[in-house]
């Protein structure tokens, strides 16, 4: 399968810091979102960004899918966006299999 | 527009016994998959199915099995329980096989085997 690393595995913040979670994958993909798992574990889909640039409020996303990443910024962390952040992927030869990284633990302090 | 309901959202089962877990997609969405997800890993891909058929399959023991419905519901079986079935169980739906626009997941029943 797909091997997908997220770093950094930790991150601790102070309100209103700016912070970039990195995704990198071992193969082409089809598709790779972006989500934020609550507290209740819900995954929340934050962006769908197979390549190219997307933004969303504080939230941005770029995939540079030649080299096999893709980088997540937070700007101006809020404590309502502590969780775990989640990449995930898929390859086109296996549809409708996500494979995820282990995600990042973000904790916003305030 | 409701989006992927899963019940129950808590369960609580003895070793041994086995399990249903259900799943309603997004309405217009034909593509159901199931996922395990572990305390401090990301999820497994368990099953997806499409169509009312099964697509895909993760590497977990054929005690997990699964179907999909007319209506695109799903369920997930697990019998034989064991301490390790112990997770939270997602269910993601998306539009349609070629996976346009990603996945939506729901909330996700988490299970307790004691």
């Known amino acids: 399968g797909i091997q997908v690393e997220q770093s950094p595995p930790d991150l601790i913040l102070q309100e209103g810091a700016n912070s970039t979670l990195r995704c990198n994958f071992s193969?082409?993909?089809?598709?790779l979102q972006w989500f934020h798992q609550n507290p209740w574990g819900q995954l929340i889909n934050l962006f769908y960004i197979p390549s190219g640039t997307k933004q969303n409020g504080r939230l941005s996303a770029t995939t540079v899918a030649t080299e096999r990443y893709s980088l997540l910024y937070i700007s101006s962390s809020q404590t309502t966006d502590s969780g775990v952040y989640f990449c995930?992927?898929?390859?086109?030869?296996?549809?409708?299999?996500?494979?995820f990284g282990r995600g990042t633990q973000l904790t916003v302090w305030p | 527009d409701a989006g992927v309901t899963q019940s129950p959202t808590h369960l609580i089962k003895t070793r041994g016994q086995h399990v249903t877990l259900r799943c309603s997609p997004i309405s217009g969405h034909k593509s159901v998959s199931w996922y395990q997800q572990v305390l401090g890993q990301g999820p497994q891909f368990i099953f997806q199915?499409?169509?009312?058929?099964?697509?895909g399959r993760g590497n977990f023991p054929d005690r997990f099995s699964a179907r999909q419905f007319p209506n695109y519901s799903s369920e997930l079986n697990v019998n034989a329980l064991l301490l390790g079935d112990s997770a939270l169980y997602l269910c993601?739906?998306?539009?349609?096989?070629?996976?346009?626009?990603?996945?939506?997941f729901g909330s996700g029943t988490r299970l307790t085997v004691v």
């Open positions: 993601a739906s998306s539009l349609m096989n070629s996976v346009l626009g990603g996945y939506t």
């Open positions: 193969d082409s993909v089809n598709n």
């Open positions: 995930a992927v898929d390859r086109g030869s296996t549809l409708g299999r996500l494979y």
């Open positions: 199915y499409y169509e009312k058929e099964e697509r």
